[in-house]
């Protein structure tokens, strides 16, 4: 009974922490009841320890802030968390999905460089490799990085950052089409690119919205994992 209690009491503590989002400056003991749902000396009782720990400070008006505590967690967590560990096997999801071959870009200085691949089983595809180079200024996933990357201004690159997306029809091979969306981590900071691509004519003559749903899907579990906030892709356009 002692161990259910323990494992209560470490939930709801950190349900409070989790009543923060990126718009609060401080929070007040009400607004800690209204959001967790838990009792107002119930929540003093769990501060208290919190405060001690580093995980909340509580401010000269009695309202509450988060404490130093979850940004040196959260830093480690940056430092551990590598995409070689995550990415491969969301793109073997989204081929899986979408039956094209599936890519992870970063930008490296003036090139968009492909840092994970897994091809499509499909005998017809593009021929990127881990590792290639691409004009940092042709494709979908190129002006994703730099839409979300470089914050790159123009109506261009507003309509990418509504959309949460890009596609891309015989820019780089004028046979080649594709589809990219943003990987974010902790204050919408760019990660790198999730994209499918292959032959124009398959991505022309289908119903992109599946593709697409697909690599939102991809890019959320992976936003997720690097601290950033999934809900960042619901009104995407």
């Not at 107002?40 to 400070?57: D, P, V």
């Not at 870009?105 to 180079?133: F, K, N, P, T, W």
Request: charged share 25%; hydrophobic share 40%; with cysteine.
């Amino acid at each position: 009974m002692a161990d259910d209690s323990g494992v209560s009491a470490v939930e709801r503590a950190l349900s409070l922490l989790d009543a923060f989002n990126e718009l609060d400056y401080a929070l007040t003991l009400a607004d800690l009841a209204r959001r967790t749902g838990l009792y107002k000396s119930t929540i003093l009782r769990l501060a208290e320890s919190l405060q001690r720990m580093g995980y909340l400070k509580r401010l000269a008006d009695g309202s509450f802030q988060l404490g130093a505590a979850p940004l040196r967690l959260g830093a480690i967590y940056q430092r551990q968390c590598r995409t070689s560990e995550h990415v491969p096997e969301v793109l073997r999801e989204v081929v899986e999905a979408t039956y094209e071959c599936a890519s992870f870009y970063i930008q490296d200085g003036e090139h968009a460089v492909c840092l994970h691949r897994v091809d499509s089983a499909r005998m017809i595809r593009d021929a990127i490799r881990e590792g290639d180079r691409l004009p940092i200024d042709k494709g979908a996933a190129p002006q994703v990085l730099l839409a979300f990357g470089e914050k790159k201004t123009g109506k261009k690159y507003d309509r990418i950052r509504a959309q949460m997306s890009c596609a891309s029809f015989g820019e780089y091979d004028p046979e080649i089409a594709a589809l990219s969306v943003p990987v974010l981590s902790v204050n919408r900071q760019l990660v790198g690119a999730l994209t499918i691509s292959g032959p124009r004519y398959r991505f022309e003559n289908v119903d992109q919205a599946p593709m697409l749903q697909a690599l939102f899907t991809g890019a959320r579990k992976l936003t997720d994992l690097f601290g950033g906030d999934a809900k960042w892709f619901d009104n995407a356009s």
